[in-house]
Each structure stands twice: as C-alpha cells, then as structure tokens.
C-alpha cells in the first residue's frame, strides 16, 4: 500500500506541481479541444488554437500570480522586502 501511496503522489507533484491553477487550466483546454475533436470539428486549426490556449493559461497564472497583495503597494513590498541591498561602495 505504502508504494501505491507514493506512486500516487509522484504523479499530483509531476502533475499539479506547484501551482494547481496551470494544472486546471491545462485540463480545460485539452478537455475542449477533446471534445471539438470528438464531434468531428477538429482540423488543422485544432493544434495552434490549443497552443494558444496554453499560453493564454500560463499568462493569466503569471499575472495573476505577480500582483501585489491587496492593501500593500509597490514601495511598500520594496521596503519590506527581505533581500540584502547591495551596497554601491563597500570601501565607504
């Protein structure tokens, strides 16, 4: 049982991965283009129109995900920001 459990999880990390909203997005697309393909509708425009689906996904997870959290703005995030700032003459 211990190695189905483990299989199992290998495949929803390779799957879903980190972002489970790419994995939602990705399986509404095929799932369309599985079911215009079904109904006998698909034709050489079927490939680029999933391929433009795809990035579509990717874009809006990509911009959604670099916003700034509601109530913060950019200085605030930039002050708050843990990263070491370089210091521009280290001899000073």
């Known amino acids: 049982m211990r190695y189905l459990v483990g299989f199992g ?3 929803y990390e390779f799957i879903v991965g980190d972002d489970w909203r790419i994995a939602a ?3 509404v ?4 283009g599985a079911v215009v393909e079904a109904m006998g509708l698909g034709g050489a ?6 391929a433009v689906g795809f990035a579509a996904v990717f874009t809006v997870t990509l911009i959604v995900a670099a916003r700034p959290a509601p109530g913060t703005s950019r200085t605030t ?3 708050t920001d ?7 003459d280290p001899l000073a």
């Open 9 to 11: 999880r290998f495949w």
């Open 82 to 88: 843990p990263a070491p700032r370089a210091d521009p």
């Open 25 to 27: 997005g990705v399986t």
């Open 77 to 79: 995030r930039a002050m």
């Open 45 to 50: 425009w079927l490939a680029p129109t999933l």
């Open 29 to 32: 697309v095929l799932a369309a």
